[in-house]
């Protein structure tokens, strides 16, 4: 993995703008997961500040969740109103292009095969941005899940749901059941940028990095991917180094 480092939030969002705009122009098609949560923010308003002006930049690029919740969570997708209302109301990205989990659908389980299916036919992920939760999830896989898990409905751990409360803008109603995108459809990707910010994410960004590859730490089979970058702040890095 290659380990970036920033001095603060802000200078992770601009380093995930300068990626991500960059992994753009070489590929306008580009078929993208795109993170929700509070370390994403920041990032989406600098894209929107800087772009919004011309949204044919991003007209072309295929727009894939990485995971949902479940009702009573919004039916419409508690994530993905995050999503939706910071990213894809203003760049423009034509609602075909647009694959969000159908969490209301009665079978979530053939819902989550066709979600595969809708990224094979894509020609897979070119590019998978996520965050890394406190007790080393990644997408939803809580500890525990396995390295050859595909997309899927899960079970939270309630420390995940109370996590998700303590951002600043809730989405509406959250549930104890998701689904998620699987560990191995993660390594599927083709690149994997995971955007790590605050000192509470020091324990599991040190095992993702240095720990053994385990499933109690989903996070740490990212060092079995062959195109993954680390962005994290100095907070989160904290004692140890990193190159800028």
Known sequence: MRLIGAEDAADLARRAVA???DRLEARPELAMAVPAGRTPRAMYGLLASGHAADPRRFSRMRVFAVDELCPPAPPD???????RREFLDWAGVPPPQCHPFRVDAEDLA??????EAAIRRAGGLDLLMLGLGPNGHLASNEPGSAFDSRTRPVDLLSGTVDYILTDEVVQGSVSSRAVTLGLATILEAREVVVLVSGAHKRR???AMLEGP????MPASVLQRHPRCTVLATRE?????????
Request: charged letters at 15%; hydrophobic letters at 45%; one cysteine or more.
């Open 110 to 115: 053939a819902m989550c095969g066709a979600y």
């Open 236 to 244: 989160a890095l904290e004692p140890r180094g990193a190159d800028g």
């Open 19 to 21: 990626l991500l705009v």
């Open 77 to 83: 997708g508690y994530f993905w109103r995050q999503i």
């Open 204 to 206: 599991p960004l040190r």
């Open 213 to 216: 590859v385990t499933a109690q």
